[in-house]
DNA sequence: ATCGGTTTTGACAACGGTTTTCATATGCGG
DNA sequence: CCGCATATGAAAACCGTTGTCAAAACCGAT
């Protein structure tokens, strides 16, 4: 298992990721890359995400569309989102009552190697306002 | 607002979920058709699929590789799911504190117009036993 | 029963996000 | 500074899903 490269690509993507606290597509992210100058290809940008995803360094949730989308979270254990549909937004929530529950669940129908998924979607107060 | 008309390939694709206590692909049924005998086309086949998500009889899962699948529910209220990750067998289940405590993270962080996704997969007994 | 219109069907093409390919470029250890 | 394994990126492939459109089927009215 080696360390990957320090290239300009990838610190390019991170560097976007961090300064972005909201769920952004790997498309979005290549524009804004792609805006600010910086020729990084798509693929590289799907790729770090990727590799930032698998070792738990970035948050990924899928849209109803389908579409990934990626976050840099402060908190690195295990916690949900609370996110805007519209802007992206998002706040790190926990629910510890929740996890016990999953499991408990999970046992009660004799169901092992349990994970969930779990998030909270609405409009946050900032959209609210532009939309009456 | 009209009845959808009664054809064979509407009663065909409800008969086979309902046949089917799990989640299943949309391809995956239109396998099972084809190899029924019954010559419905894919495109029928999602078609259904989609006006019986839009109002309500089947429930619709994302698995991790984005596909869709769907399942006929007992429970017509809201609840949520204990899937297994290998056969797609799944138990509905409910959470009243889990639903309380969504509203109230929303609220306390200004959100509207809440909503959630709450799934737990596992492996169910049957298949722990197969795999060991 | 049959006619007429409206809806449904289904083969095929198009779509969109994501992944693969592969030749070139570039970190980086020796 | 070399060597080479890894990273890059444009283009093509992939794959689930949706749109297209002419032919077929449903169903109320005659």
Redesign the interface.
Known sequence: MTAPRQTKQRATVLEALRVTPRFVSAQELHGVLRAGGEGTGLTTVYRHLQALAADGTVDVL?ADD?ESLYRICADSGHHHH?V?RHCGTS?E?E?P??ER??VR??EE?????????????????SC?RKRG
């Open positions: 899928r389908g609370l805007c706040v929530v629910g009552a929740v529950w999953a669940m999970a129908h004799g169901f092992a190697d349990v994970e969930h998924t779990l998030e909270i979607f609405g409009t946050c107060a609210s």
